[in-house]
């Protein structure tokens, strides 16, 4: 488990996924990974089963992803692996996002991104699944309200939230994480026993969700839906931050808009 606990413990984001590595010393085979997501029976929403190929640039990767199941993937490459990481934490979920990706691609191919792309991109790259059984928490981020959440709530930041990974360029990011590091967060409203599951029971559960709310008409269709997070104010996600004058850096703390999201609630 060298290897895994070298990735995984370099910041809390992205210990959920230590499940999902492996282990060894080293970059594991393609085949090793490509049996391990067969047996996990990884498909896309078209049906066909997920497999790992090299980018070769003949169709936009979306498009190639949804028709085919061929995921682009290149040998130790951190960022690619982190995404087949998150197909192993949520297949639901990012089969959806790819679904959601591929109808606003036919819908104008020639165009450009436009909102709706530009929002699931912006989640598939840099987002976060934030849970809380007290919405008062999701509203403080909503309002950017960094002081309030992460010293007046501190002890509830930790037992009554909690910040799970999805965006695989964030997850990379947090390798070496730096000041200002933000992730783009979907805000859930949960139960407390929901809050009390371990990594496997919480992915899976979430995976469901996610995957009904990304789905569903409507959503994502503008990247004003998603709450700016700066990782690193999180307790307990940086030691710096156990001093309360970290907080008064406004270049990571920004005040910023309001944003008007509803919770799903579980």
Same mark, same amino acid.
């Given at each position: 488990?060298?290897?895994?606990?070298?990735?995984?413990?370099?910041?809390?984001?992205?210990?959920?996924?230590?499940?999902?590595?492996?282990?060894?010393?080293?970059?594991?085979?393609?085949?090793?990974?490509?049996?391990?997501?067969?047996?996990?029976?990884?498909?896309?929403?078209?049906?066909?089963? /997920?497999?790992?190929? %090299?980018? *070769?640039? @003949?169709?936009?990767?979306?498009? $190639?992803?949804? &028709?085919?199941?061929? =995921?682009?993937?290149?040998?130790?490459?951190?960022?690619?692996?982190?995404?087949?990481?998150?197909?192993?934490?949520?297949?639901?979920?990012?089969?959806?996002?790819?679904?959601?990706?591929?109808?606003?691609?036919?819908?104008?191919?020639?165009?450009?991104?436009?909102?709706?792309?530009?929002?699931?991109?912006?989640?598939?790259?840099?987002? /976060?699944?934030?849970? %809380?059984? *007290?919405? @008062?928490?999701?509203?403080?981020? $909503?309002?950017? &309200?960094?002081?309030? =959440?992460?010293?007046?709530?501190?002890?509830?930041?930790?037992?009554?939230?909690?910040?799970?990974?999805?965006?695989?360029?964030?997850?990379?990011?947090?390798?070496?994480?730096?000041?200002?590091?933000?992730?783009?967060?979907?805000?859930?409203?949960?139960?407390?026993?929901?809050?009390?599951?371990?990594?496997?029971?919480?992915?899976?559960?979430?995976?469901?969700?996610?995957?009904?709310?990304?789905?569903?008409?409507?959503?994502?269709?503008?990247?004003?839906?998603?709450?700016?997070?700066?990782?690193?104010?999180?307790?307990?996600?940086?030691?710096?931050?156990?001093?309360?004058?970290?907080?008064?850096?406004?270049?990571?703390?920004?005040?910023?808009?309001?944003?008007?999201?509803?919770?799903?609630?579980?």
């Amino acid at each position: 488990m060298i290897w895994v606990n070298t990735v995984t413990d370099r910041m809390p984001l992205l210990a959920p996924l230590r499940q999902f590595a492996g282990s060894g010393s080293d970059w594991p085979p393609l085949e090793k990974l490509q049996a391990r997501m067969d047996a996990a029976g990884l498909r896309v929403a078209a049906g066909h089963p /997920l497999r790992l190929v %090299a980018p *070769d640039g @003949a169709q936009p990767y979306e498009q $190639r992803l949804y &028709e085919t199941g061929e =995921l682009e993937f290149r040998e130790h490459n951190w960022h690619d692996w982190f995404n087949l990481m998150i197909w192993f934490a949520y297949p639901r979920a990012k089969a959806a996002l790819n679904a959601r990706h591929y109808a606003a691609w036919s819908a104008a191919p020639v165009s450009g991104r436009g909102a709706v792309r530009d929002a699931l991109t912006l989640f598939d790259e840099s987002g /976060l699944v934030v849970l %809380a059984d *007290d919405p @008062a928490l999701l509203a403080l981020i $909503r309002g950017f &309200e960094w002081k309030a =959440l992460f010293l007046g709530r501190r002890a509830d930041c930790l037992t009554r939230m909690r910040v799970l990974p999805f965006g695989h360029a964030l997850c990379e990011k947090a390798m070496a994480p730096y000041r200002g590091i933000t992730g783009q967060a979907l805000l859930f409203e949960v139960t407390p026993q929901v809050l009390k599951l371990d990594d496997r029971g919480l992915l899976a559960a979430m995976d469901e969700q996610l995957a009904l709310s990304i789905a569903a008409a409507g959503s994502l269709a503008t990247t004003r839906e998603l709450a700016p997070l700066p990782v690193l104010g999180i307790p307990g996600w940086c030691a710096d931050n156990a001093d309360p004058a970290y907080y008064d850096d406004t270049r990571q703390f920004r005040s910023g808009r309001r944003l008007h999201l509803t919770e799903a609630r579980q």
